[in-house]
């Protein structure tokens, strides 16, 4: 599919915002998906999602100019590359519902309400509770700030929250790359950059090939350039994947078969899940008290990079009272060093306390229309709710929500998901 615009093809970021955006010969569908979700104009996420699901290269061209233009396709422009491109999301407000009682359902009734306004939930941020007690921090857009506030007025009250906070003065900075889920230290060079520019992070969220993090809107380009510069996205990698061959591969497809999809599609939104699994091999590490200014971050997962260990979910809440609590996820078997690493960090920096789960499931929904998610997470919160099942972390991206639980609780959360999901296109 060629599709001819008013740009020469996809950026390493938005050029308006950086002039030493490059442009990218190759991309792989899922990272076109982030970076279209994130506000990249040049692709809507829906087309993206159609290419994706029935293998389908697309061509992006200049309608004005010979140059050869952007492909999108199944592999990334550099398989030894981590990140491959960043945006950012400008207007964003953040809310926090403080000592929310930990126990389930809680999640579904607040963002069941949200959804019922049709307002839009982008970041959802829950990290581990303590004494019963647990903070929810979620952003939305700035122009709905206002109504989410109308909704949550009266509601945490009766939740038995303890209040409400919030901040329209926030933007969302992120890289995107497959690299990023094979290779350890991006988190920890993305952090260590916006802590050498001066730059504190209020939120931190994940998912397999995406990290945003949440800092003021007055830093938001100077922030948006140090991490472009930090990961040399203005420098063409070494090693580059041939866009011929990647999309001749895509093209081998079975046209029939995708014929024959696409007229079993009632409609468009039947394409809205396409993935629920768990992942059960993980174990979870919680710093508390984390003192909430720039580096604290970085230096924490400079520390668990140099110990070798795998980090997959990181979630960072907002912080009261001058601390926040930061939890990531590490493969099992490397929950000792993860420890040992995060205590010395924690000693150093004069964090509270340092605590750990040894195995924990990671229940994921994915797939298109996640940039409007709060339906997904409502119907995802309510299934685990119903099943007695508390969620201990939460955090999203544009294509996917992921949920932290107890690991023991892990196949039965995947079996009541499934249920949950099972009107979806999955």
């Avoid at 990218?24 to 899922?30: H, N, S």
């Avoid at 029935?54 to 010979?66: C, E, G, L, Q």
């Avoid at 520390?303 to 070798?308: D, G, I, L, Q």
Wanted: aromatic letters at 4%; a negative charge.
């Amino acid at each position: 599919c060629e599709i001819y615009t008013d740009v020469d093809g996809v950026y390493t970021t938005d050029p308006r915002l950086l002039p030493e955006a490059r442009q990218v010969k190759q991309v792989a569908y899922d990272e076109m998906l982030e970076l279209a979700s994130l506000g990249a104009g040049v692709m809507h996420n829906r087309s993206i999602e159609f290419a994706k699901k029935f293998n389908v290269p697309i061509h992006v061209r200049s309608s004005f100019s010979d140059v050869p233009g952007t492909m999108i396709v199944p592999s990334p422009e550099s398989d030894t590359r981590p990140v491959s491109g960043c945006a950012m999301t400008r207007d964003e407000a953040r809310i926090t519902i403080d000592d929310v009682p930990d126990r389930p359902g809680v999640s579904q009734a607040i963002f069941s309400a949200i959804a019922a306004r049709n307002i839009t939930v982008d970041m959802i941020v829950q990290n581990v509770g303590a004494a019963g007690r647990a903070n929810i921090s979620f952003t939305v857009l700035r122009s709905e700030l206002p109504a989410t506030l109308r909704v949550l007025d009266g509601l945490a009250a009766s939740l038995g929250a303890a209040k409400v906070t919030h901040d329209d003065q926030v933007s969302k900075i992120s890289v995107v790359g497959l690299g990023m889920a094979k290779q350890t230290g991006v988190a920890d060079k993305m952090f260590r950059a916006l802590a050498n520019a001066g730059i504190n992070i209020t939120m931190i969220t994940t998912s397999e090939i995406k990290i945003s993090a949440l800092v003021a809107r007055e830093k938001c380009r100077e922030a948006l350039h140090a991490v472009h510069s930090a990961f040399k996205l203005h420098k063409r990698p070494t090693e580059v994947n041939d866009p011929a061959q990647s999309a001749a591969a895509a093209r081998e497809a079975d046209i029939s078969a995708v014929v024959e999809r696409l007229r079993a599609i009632d409609s468009i939104e039947g394409l809205a899940i396409d993935d629920v699994r768990v992942d059960t091999s993980q174990a979870r590490v919680t710093v508390s008290g984390v003192p909430d200014k720039p580096g604290i971050a970085a230096d924490i997962f400079e520390t668990v990079a140099r110990a070798n260990v795998m980090v997959d979910m990181i979630v960072q809440s907002f912080g009261k009272e001058g601390t926040a609590s930061i939890s990531f996820t590490m493969p099992k078997d490397q929950l000792n060093a993860a420890l040992a690493a995060t205590e010395e960090v924690a000693k150093r920096d004069g964090c509270a306390s340092v605590t750990s789960s040894p195995q924990v499931a990671k229940l994921s929904v994915s797939g298109i229309g996640m940039r409007s998610h709060t339906g997904v997470a409502v119907r995802m919160f309510g299934a685990l709710a119903e099943a007695g099942i508390n969620v201990e972390l939460i955090n999203t991206s544009e294509v996917r929500v992921n949920v932290i639980v107890a690991g023991d609780a892990g196949e039965k959360g995947l079996a009541v998901l499934q249920a949950a999901f099972a009107d979806a296109d999955i």
